[in-house]
């Protein structure tokens, strides 16, 4: 079991450019998130997709879009890069904690990105 | 106010101390209530969950939630180098999908 994956660990861009942030899990989970991690201001959410076909806002979605391609994957998009998207970006899954009737989540190792 | 709060640390003490993570939280409906430990570089792990109030021991870790003074905590006995990582408080309503909502995380060094 690889967990969750993503790619690419880090990456430099431009202001204006574009890039697609990749998620995949191996764990047959339905539910799957994308995060920003800034210093001070924790773990934020963007998206979440609760189930394959489905995807809704979270606390910061704006100038980001995503794609639930399938159960295992789920991408990030920045279409057009601005320097106050510089963060660590990490995807994470769900599922049922053991004998109980909430999720807990498992995070992938994270993209560093970088918006000059 | 935000439904979760977080002391923001850091917080630096030498091997062998007893260290005490703390969270408050606003929303009465949060019933499931999780530590994150993330290590600098990497993703955040579950460390501990506990449901409702009262204390759960695993090894040199206790969780403990008190639902009435909306309050938790993480208590580390014995810390160890290897505990220093940032430590986030995370807390769940029942049913499944539910999302979590996090802490800040609290950055903690333990010096040999």
């Known amino acids: 079991n690889a967990g969750v994956t993503q790619t690419p660990k880090f990456q430099v861009l431009k202001t204006g450019q574009s890039m697609t942030l990749q998620c995949a899990q191996d764990m047959n989970h339905n539910s799957m998130y994308w995060y920003r991690q800034d210093p001070g201001m924790g773990l934020r959410l963007i998206y979440y997709s609760a189930s394959e076909g489905t995807t809704d806002k979270g606390e910061v979605p704006n100038g980001y879009n995503v794609s639930r391609l399938n159960k295992r994957e789920f991408s990030l998009r920045l279409e057009s890069a601005a320097p106050s998207q510089t963060s660590v970006y990490f995807c994470?899954?769900?599922?049922?904690?053991?004998?109980?009737?909430?999720?807990?989540?498992?995070f992938g190792p994270g993209t560093r990105l970088t918006v000059l | 106010q935000k439904e979760v709060e977080q002391d923001p640390g850091p917080l630096s003490v030498p091997e062998g101390a007893i260290v005490s993570l703390n969270c408050t939280y606003s929303?009465?409906?949060?019933?499931?209530f999780m530590w994150y430990r993330q290590y600098s570089r990497k993703g955040p792990e579950l460390l501990m969950y506990?449901?409702?109030?009262g204390n759960k021991e695993d090894g040199r870790f206790t969780a403990q939630v008190d639902k009435s003074s909306k309050y938790i905590s993480l208590f580390i006995r014995d810390s160890q180098p290897s505990d220093s990582a940032t430590y986030l408080c995370a807390m769940g309503r029942t049913g499944a999908n539910s999302k979590l909502t996090f802490g800040k995380g609290i950055t903690l060094s333990v010096r040999p």
């Open positions: 994470a899954s769900s599922h049922p904690l053991k004998n109980t009737v909430t999720d807990t989540q498992y």
């Open positions: 506990t449901y409702s109030s």
């Open positions: 929303n009465s409906a949060f019933q499931y």
